[in-house]
C-alpha cells in the first residue's frame, strides 16, 4: 500500500524465503504444531471414546451426585451423578462430527451457489449475489435458531441446521475465487477449442477453487462446533441426555454457586478445542493462501 | 455520489425483499396445519375450507406473501400465545430494547478497551507487552462467550459478590441500576470484540504510521502522543467503521448468548422460547428485526464513509 512497504519488501523478502524453504512448518510453527497436536489429541479421544472414558456417559449414581473433582471422578459428577470426565471425552465425539459434517453441508451449498454466481452474469449474477448477501445478514447462529424452528432438535438436525447457515460466507469466497479464475488466459484457451462449457468449469475453474476452499473449511470447523454448542446451550439444539458440551454448560448453570466445575470442565474442554483449532486454521490459512502468501 | 448512494439503498431494499420472503417461507415450512391446530380435533370440512379462506390460505403465495409484507409494515404481526401479547409489543417494545442496550454497552466497551489495547500494542510493536496483547486478543476471540459469562458470575456475582448474578433493570428507568446490572453481561459479549478490535487496530495502525503524513507530522516537531493519537488513530476509524458494521451480526448473536446467560428479556431469550413453544411467528418476527438491523446498519456504514474520509468526498 505505502512506498516505504514496498521499498523495504525486496530487501527482507529474499531471506525470509530462503529461511522459509528450509525448514518445516512444524518447526517454523510451534503454536500451531502444539495446536495441532491437542485437536489430534481430541479426534484420538473422540475416537476412542469407549476406550479412553472410566464410565459410561449416561449411567447415572444417585449416590455419587455433584461431587466435586477426585480420585474417581477426575472432573467431578453432575447433578445425575453421571461421570463429566467421560461426558466429555464423548462429547468430543458429537462436537467433532457436528462440526464436520455441518462445515462440508455448508461448503457444498456455498460451492454451488458461488460457482453459479461467479459464472453467471448479468441480472442472475445481480439476483445471486443479493441472495448471498440476505444469506450474510443473518449471523449464522440466529439463521440456524431460524432453521432449528422448523426442522425440529436432535443431532441430524443440528447438522443440518448449522450447515445451512454456513452456506452464505463459503458462497462469498467461491464466488470471489470464481472471478479471478475465469478471466485468466487458459480458461479463453479452453473455450477457444470449443470445449463444452461444463467441462471447462469441472477441469478448468473446479480445481481451482476446490483448494482455497478447502482451507476454508478447515478454518471454520471451529465456528460450526461454537453455533452448535451455542445452540445446545440454548437448549433447543442437542437433546438430554447426550452428553453435549454446550447441554452440560448450561445444565452447570444452574448451579455455578456450589459446583462450578459442572460448567466448567466442558467448558475448558469446548474453549482448549476452538483455540486449538483456530491457531491450526490461522496456520494452514497463512501456509497455504495464494493471496497472503503473496503479501508476507 | 448521489447516484452510488441511491443504487446502494436499491440494492438494500433488495435484499430486504429476499430476507422477508424467506422469512415468510419459514411460515410456509415449518410443520403442522395451522388450520388444524386452531380447529383441534374435530372439525368438518366444510368450517375447514371456511377458516382457510377467511386466513386467505387459499390465495396463491405471492398474495399471501403480499397481504403478509403490508401487515408486517404497519406493524400487524400477529398474536403470541406463549406470552400472551401482541408479539410487536413483546419483540419490537420489550425485547429488541433489551438487546440494544447491552449490545450498545458491549459495543461501548469494545471501542473504549479495544483501541487504546491496539495502539498501545502497535506503537510497542515486537515487545513482551505485544506478544501479550496478541495471545490474550487469540484467547479473546477464540473462547465461548457463554462460558466466560459464567465464570465471571462464578467469580464476581458468586464468590466476590460484586454484581448482581442475573436480572434486568432498563438504564432509562433507573440510570445507575441499570449500568451496574449491565457491566458484566457488557463485558462478557464485548470479549470477542475487545480482541478483534486490539488486533484489527494494531495491524491498521502499523500500516498507518509508515505513511508520510505521519513522517510530516514528526518532522513538524509535534509531540509524539499527538502524532499517534490524532494523525494515527483519526486514520485507523474507515476500516474500523467497516469491521464494526460487518461484525454486527456477531454482535447481535452474542446477545443472543449472553441474554440467556444472564437471564435479560431480550430477543435472545424471545427466539428460544419461541423455538421451544413452536411460535413461528415469533421467530419470523426475531428474524426481520435481526436482518433489518443488520442491513441498515450496513448501509449507513457505507452511506458514511464519504464523511469519514474526505478524500472520498473530492474524488467523486
Known amino acids: 500500500m505505502s512506498l516505504s512497504s514496498s521499498d523495504a519488501a525486496p530487501t527482507a523478502l529474499p531471506r525470509a524465503k530462503a529461511s522459509l524453504g528450509r525448514r518445516s512448518m512444524f518447526l517454523r510453527r510451534p503454536f500451531f504444531t502444539v495446536a495441532l497436536i491437542v485437536a489430534a489429541a481430541y479426534v484420538l479421544a473422540a475416537t476412542f471414546a469407549p476406550h479412553v472414558a472410566p464410565f459410561d456417559p449416561v449411567k447415572q449414581d444417585f449416590m455419587a451426585m455433584m461431587q466435586g473433582p477426585s480420585f474417581a471422578h477426575p472432573l467431578g459428577t453432575d447433578s445425575y451423578g453421571q461421570d463429566i470426565l467421560s461426558r466429555v471425552i464423548y462429547g468430543a465425539r458429537y462436537a467433532l462430527i457436528i462440526g464436520i459434517f455441518s462445515v462440508l453441508i455448508g461448503a457444498a451449498g456455498g460451492l454451488v451457489i458461488g460457482l453459479a454466481a461467479g459464472l453467471s452474469g448479468g441480472w442472475l449474477e445481480w439476483a445471486l449475489m443479493r441472495l448471498i448477501d440476505s444469506i450474510l445478514a443473518l449471523p449464522s447462529l440466529i439463521l440456524a435458531v431460524a432453521f432449528i424452528a422448523i426442522l425440529g432438535q436432535g443431532v441430524d438436525k443440528v447438522v443440518v441446521a448449522v450447515g445451512l447457515s454456513m452456506i452464505g460466507p463459503f458462497a462469498r469466497t467461491v464466488r470471489a475465487d470464481v472471478m479471478q479464475v475465469r478471466v485468466q488466459l487458459f480458461i479463453e484457451a479452453a473455450q477457444l477449442m470449443s470445449i463444452p462449457y461444463l467441462r471447462v468449469v469441472w477441469r478448468h475453474v473446479l480445481p481451482n477453487v476446490i483448494f482455497p476452499l478447502a482451507v476454508q473449511v478447515t478454518i471454520r470447523v471451529s465456528e460450526a462446533i461454537l453455533v452448535s454448542s451455542s445452540l445446545s446451550f440454548l437448549g433447543i439444539g442437542v437433546t438430554p441426555p447426550t452428553p453435549d458440551w454446550g447441554l452440560m454448560i448450561a445444565e452447570g448453570r444452574d448451579f455455578v454457586s456450589f459446583a462450578p466445575w459442572m460448567s466448567a470442565m466442558p467448558g475448558f474442554a469446548l474453549a482448549l478445542l476452538l483455540i486449538a483449532l483456530s491457531i491450526v486454521g490461522d496456520g494452514i490459512r497463512e501456509e497455504f493462501d495464494p493471496k497472503l502468501r503473496r503479501g508476507a | ?316
Open chain 2, 1 to 316: 455520489m448521489l447516484r452510488q448512494a441511491l443504487g446502494k439503498i436499491a440494492q438494500t431494499l433488495v435484499v430486504l425483499f429476499f430476507v422477508s420472503v424467506a422469512s415468510f417461507g419459514l411460515l410456509k415450512l415449518a410443520p403442522g396445519d395451522p388450520i388444524q391446530i386452531m380447529l383441534g380435533s374435530e372439525y368438518s370440512q366444510e368450517s375447514y375450507e371456511q377458516l382457510t379462506a377467511q386466513l386467505g390460505l387459499d390465495q396463491p403465495f405471492l398474495a399471501q406473501y403480499a397481504d403478509w409484507a403490508l401487515r408486517f409494515v404497519q406493524g400487524d404481526w400477529g398474536t403470541s400465545y406463549v406470552a400472551r401479547t401482541d408479539i410487536y409489543t413483546y419483540a419490537f417494545k420489550e425485547a429488541l430494547p433489551v438487546t440494544l442496550t447491552l449490545a450498545s454497552f458491549s459495543l461501548a466497551f469494545a471501542i473504549l478497551i479495544g483501541v487504546p489495547l491496539g495502539v498501545l500494542s502497535a506503537v510497542k510493536k515486537d515487545t513482551a507487552f505485544d506478544a501479550g496483547s496478541a495471545v490474550l486478543a487469540l484467547t479473546g476471540t477464540a473462547f465461548p462467550s457463554f462460558l466466560l459469562g459464567i465464570l465471571l458470575i462464578w467469580f464476581f456475582a458468586v464468590k466476590l459478590q460484586l454484581f448482581p448474578v442475573m436480572g434486568y433493570i432498563s438504564p432509562w428507568q433507573d440510570f445507575w441500576g441499570g449500568i451496574y446490572h449491565m457491566i458484566l453481561p457488557g463485558l462478557t459479549l464485548s470479549t470477542y470484540f475487545i480482541a478483534m478490535i486490539t488486533r484489527l487496530t494494531r495491524a491498521t495502525l502499523i500500516e498507518v504510521m509508515e505513511q508520510p503524513y505521519i513522517a510530516a507530522a514528526r518532522a513538524r516537531g509535534e509531540p509524539s502522543w499527538r502524532v499517534i493519537w490524532v494523525h494515527g488513530v483519526r486514520n485507523i476509524a474507515m476500516p474500523l467503521v467497516t469491521i464494526l458494521g460487518l461484525q454486527l451480526g456477531t454482535l447481535l448473536q452474542g446477545t443472543v448468548l449472553t441474554e440467556t446467560v444472564f437471564n435479560l428479556p431480550g430477543i435472545g431469550q424471545m427466539l428460544t422460547s419461541a423455538v421451544l413453544g413452536r411460535e413461528y411467528m415469533v421467530v419470523q418476527a426475531g428474524v426481520m428485526m435481526t436482518a433489518t438491523l443488520f442491513i441498515g446498519v450496513n448501509l449507513l456504514v457505507d452511506l458514511s464513509y464519504p464523511f469519514l474520509d474526505p478524500r472520498l468526498r473530492a474524488r467523486k
